[in-house]
């Protein structure tokens, strides 16, 4: 019975092997090919590795369009995702979330729900699918690809998701690149300080990468403050996640063979916030903790990459292609909201 059951995991393991070894191949490449292409940029701006690791993955979808590597890629989209989107609890410390301030978070919360509402309904305005709303607005209001790969774990399998999801992914490092150049000149118009530029730019910017280089280009102490209103976004993952997936759930929408998704690797996330904001107080912990924490999120950013390139494998151009300027309008209306609920909101706050 034991060599049978060894059999059958050998049997399986092999079955995923080739899928997980393209992704991770794919990852590879593009890690390595993230600085060459910034340097062959001048320097200043360059692709993100996740941005490049799809558009090589759908550049490969023709040879990886095969049964021998499905499973393997099947894997990392649905498995190993969620447990690198959980590891991510690890950047977050409750303490400098509670310093923001009731006033601030209140701005924060009020203006990702709107943004959520408006994916929706844009989604519904424009003939879009309702997955397409929520993917759009869940990764326009928290995160940007992190948690539009998250959102995607609950949003219904429907035809054409896997190229929603690409679009989602492409658009949400677009559109973050043209903000971090442009929000910090839209603050000094405004005339706002370092702390409320830094609060607007942590508010409105998709990823965090972005939003650490627009808060470096005002002042160290507006990259601060932008950084820990992005970091309290990203907390917001697992509710943001947990309320999309039940209203999908609620409105019809079936989450394989349950109908309520309580997405484990969000309770994980949860958990693994709660201890990084635990051992945050205890110094003594950190010689030996922040060894431990930096190996996982590393794990968690390689995770990622070979999740998001094995979806790039799984995806045709051609079906991109067919997307048209409807998606263009639903991410950039989510962003154009998010951007004016939030600085107006600050202002309003003086």
């Not at 924060?108 to 997955?131: C, D, K, P, W």
């Not at 730019?201 to 403050?225: F, K, P, R, W």
Request: aromatic share 4%; hydrophobic share 60%.
């Amino acid at each position: 019975m034991a060599a049978l059951t060894e059999e059958a995991r050998g049997g399986v393991l092999g079955k995923l092997l080739p899928g997980i070894a393209l992704s991770t191949a794919v990852a590879i490449v593009s890690v390595l090919a993230e600085p060459v292409l910034k340097q062959l940029a001048g320097g200043k701006v360059g692709i993100p590795a996740v941005v490049i690791a799809l558009l090589i993955g759908m550049a490969l979808h023709l040879v990886a369009n095969n049964q021998r590597f499905l499973p393997g890629m099947t894997f990392c989209v649905k498995k190993m995702l969620r447990w690198a989107i959980a590891l991510l609890g690890l950047r977050i410390a409750l303490g400098d979330i509670i310093a923001l301030g009731i006033g601030t978070a209140v701005l924060v919360v009020a203006s990702m729900a709107v943004t959520i509402a408006v994916g929706f309904a844009l989604a519904r305005l424009l003939g879009r699918e309702t997955g397409m709303g929520a993917l759009g607005g869940v990764a326009t209001a928290v995160c940007g690809a992190s948690a539009a790969l998250a959102t995607a774990t609950v949003v219904p399998d429907y035809r054409g998701k896997a190229a929603d999801i690409a679009f989602t992914v492409i658009a949400m490092n677009a559109l973050a690149t043209v903000a971090m150049l442009a929000y910090p000149l839209i603050c000094v118009w405004l005339g706002l300080n370092e702390q409320q530029t830094g609060v607007m730019l942590g508010a409105t910017i998709h990823d965090v990468a972005q939003v650490v280089g627009a808060g470096q280009s005002v002042s160290d102490e507006a990259a601060n403050a932008a950084v820990i209103v992005k970091l309290f976004r990203v907390f917001l993952l697992l509710p943001s996640v947990l309320v999309v997936g039940w209203w999908m759930t609620r409105h019809g929408g079936e989450h394989g063979a349950a109908n309520v998704p309580v997405p484990v690797f969000a309770i994980v996330f949860l958990i693994l916030c709660l201890v990084n904001s635990a051992i945050a107080t205890q110094p003594a912990l950190a010689g030996v903790y922040e060894p431990i924490r930096a190996a996982l999120l590393e794990a968690s950013r390689w995770g990622l990459l070979i999740a998001i390139a094995a979806l790039g494998l799984g995806t045709s151009i051609a079906a991109m292609a067919r997307l048209g300027w409807r998606h263009i309008a639903l991410v950039t209306g989510t962003s154009l909201v998010i951007l004016v609920v939030a600085t107006g909101g600050l202002i309003l706050m003086g």
